[in-house]
């Protein structure tokens, strides 16, 4: 029981800053669609979505990546229904939107909280290599929107020609808020119970075990106590391997480079406990079951590899 209450904590606090989140997603795919604010937004990352060779829509997921990912995958989901957008494009979009996203953590969490503690050349080192992850990542995204052949109409040419004019927007705002309500409730009937029963899983005695024996693992292969602090810390937490490093570092506990090897293996892991308790079950309820694990594994292949050529690449020139 106990297990099953500290899983029930966790998921809440998650379930409070995602949920909402999602539903603004929802009313933007739903109601900005057509405005001059949409139009804004279309032309101005237009050029990053020509450049993979994606549909307009996809300049508007890409500015909101910046300002709140979960929003917009909630946006994507709902064009993807619409049928604005192909499986590839859906991927590739998802997997550029991560430039973006990474841009937002790095300016405003990774900036203000490890430069701060360990100064600009660590901390500003560590940004760099966490901004090269998500460019390769963003890499992989654009190679598979070039592979991508969109034969489109006239229609889809000109879907942006034209303003939509603010009183027939204004005129089915209910009808937009009842299909984003209903939208976001499906996708919460799928998200929440998912989230809890990964939780429940994460929290159990074996995977308590499992922890503690990875922990002697590091041990063995040569990191330090204080790295090893800093990685446990940044499983289950990005913010919490940052605050750690940056402590046992003013501490003189972590040398500078040992302090962004060990923030990239926390990254590491916190990419596999995020993919199970975040990453997966939000895919599964934006973008259906079978589509949402494709998306969402090849998505974890790509990043784990991004970030295993940094780390070797980091390792290489700072052990």
């Not at 290599?129 to 990542?137: D, G, H, Q």
């Not at 429940?200 to 204080?226: H, Y």
């Not at 969402?296 to 940094?310: A, D, E």
């Amino acid at each position: 029981m106990n297990n099953i209450a500290k899983a029930l904590t966790q998921t809440l606090s998650l379930w409070r800053v995602v949920l909402p989140a999602m539903l603004i997603g929802c009313l933007a795919g739903n109601w900005l669609q057509g405005t001059r604010l949409w139009q804004k937004c279309s032309r101005l990352m237009a050029p990053f979505a020509r450049l993979a060779g994606l549909p307009t829509e996809c300049g508007v997921y890409l500015a909101m990546c910046f300002l709140n990912h979960h929003s917009a995958n909630a946006f994507l989901s709902a064009q993807f229904r619409k049928g604005r957008l192909r499986e590839r494009e859906l991927l590739a979009a998802y997997l550029i939107g991560w430039l973006p996203s990474g841009l937002h953590f790095a300016i405003f969490y990774i900036a203000p909280i490890l430069i701060a503690a360990v100064g600009w050349r660590p901390g500003g080192l560590y940004m760099l290599f966490y901004l090269l992850i998500s460019f390769m990542i963003a890499i992989s995204g654009l190679l598979i929107g070039f592979s991508v052949t969109r034969k489109k109409s006239n229609l889809e040419k000109n879907v942006f020609a034209t303003p939509a004019p603010f009183f027939s927007k204004k005129r089915e705002l209910k009808k937009d808020l009842q299909v984003s309500i209903r939208q976001f409730g499906r996708i919460a009937l799928i998200f929440v119970p998912i989230t809890l029963l990964f939780a429940i899983a994460l929290n159990s005695e074996q995977t308590t075990a499992l922890i503690g024996s990875f922990d002697t693992l590091l041990r063995r292969v040569g990191l330090s106590a204080p790295s090893v602090l800093v990685i446990i810390a940044g499983f289950p937490s990005s913010i919490s391997a940052i605050a750690a490093a940056g402590s046992l570092f003013r501490q003189n506990l972590l040398d500078p480079n040992e302090l962004i090897v060990s923030l990239l293996v926390a990254y590491a892991l916190h990419t596999i406990y995020e993919f199970m308790t975040s990453n997966l079950p939000s895919n599964i309820a934006f973008f259906g079951a079978t589509r949402g694990v494709r998306v969402t594994f090849f998505y974890l292949l790509i990043r784990l590899l991004s970030i295993c050529l940094v780390l070797g690449f980091a390792i290489f020139y700072l052990m």
